[in-house]
């Protein structure tokens, strides 16, 4: 399974930045899609996920200025940043629970990470 993400750049702050992510491959399901982020010399943290049926989850932080949203016919996931603050700036991760063909369970699958960077 690959995920894939772009979107990630340079903005001034309280501009907006849309984030997506793709997942490709021997995939059977998906369960849970979400994105993380990790800034230098933090620990990875969740910033919003997105169930397969609909259901979201956001971190405190970025409640009322991110939105998830994901198209399961096409295994993508969206995050629409708004309001962006330096503190954003980070590493933002694209992460699914998918099903790969062939295995027994659901595991966790991981993009490469695009860089988000907000200027003040």
């Known amino acids: 399974v690959q995920l894939v993400e772009s979107g990630g750049g340079l903005v001034q702050a309280g501009g907006s930045l849309r984030l997506s992510c793709v997942a490709s491959?021997?995939?059977?399901?998906?369960?849970?899609m979400g994105w993380y982020r990790q800034a230098p010399g933090k620990q990875r943290e969740l910033v919003a996920s997105i169930t397969s049926g609909g259901s979201t989850n956001y971190a405190d932080s970025v409640k009322g200025r991110f939105t998830i949203s994901r198209d399961n016919a096409r295994n993508t996931v969206s995050l629409q940043m708004n309001s962006l603050k330096p503190k954003d700036t980070a590493v933002y991760y694209c992460n699914a629970n998918a099903w790969v063909t062939g295995d027994f369970n659901f595991r966790d699958c991981w993009g490469r990470g695009t860089q988000v960077t907000v200027s003040s």
């Open positions: 491959g021997s995939i059977y399901s998906i369960n849970a």
